[in-house]
């Protein structure tokens, strides 16, 4: 199976892969067996996040919701009249993987193939799996910088803020590959 067939670049943000429905499951199997960081939010007027640490990103889960009619949580933009038969789901639920090494690795060890060459919008050349997984090893879930990430992920309950989480990962992401280095 190719990465294409349980994984899909949805443009809303540098390195969002949305997980391909059939294939949710195999993706929560593989957090139950890796354990990764996790931090869940609960927040009235948003919809339910599941937010996973994976390396550059992480694993994001988003929960149906329906808002109140007339229920603008302090969005200025958001009127009664907007509302769809008195509720609106927002947004779509489902599951995404941010971060290309995060997509590498959980691909990896599914055993989905991968492309040698970088992936959608993939700053870099992609490193080995190997590397990838020892990294992944050494995250510690109480380092303050992985609990901020995860705090970030399940902050994301809408476009916009997707794209901002998504943009500032991608760009404070450690570089995957070093070029080769040669003697002249």
Known sequence: MEWSDAFVATGEGPG??????GHRQAVLDWIAR???PLVVAREVGSPPVDAWVVLDGGILRTHRHRRQLGCDHGAPDRHPEDEVGGNEVVPA????????????????DLDVGLP???????????VDLTSLRRRYR?????DAAVVEQAEL?????DAQMLRWVSTALA????????PDLRVV
């Open 93 to 108: 639920p489902g599951m995404r993987i941010i971060g290309w090494a995060a997509l590498r690795l959980v691909a990896g």
């Open 34 to 36: 890796r354990r990764p």
């Open 16 to 21: 969002v892969f949305a997980v391909v429905p």
């Open 138 to 142: 050494a995250t510690s879930a109480s």
């Open 171 to 178: 760009a404070t992401a450690p570089p995957m590959a070093v």
């Open 116 to 126: 040698a060459g970088p992936l959608p919008g993939e700053p870099s050349a992609p």
């Open 153 to 157: 992920l399940a902050s994301c309950t």
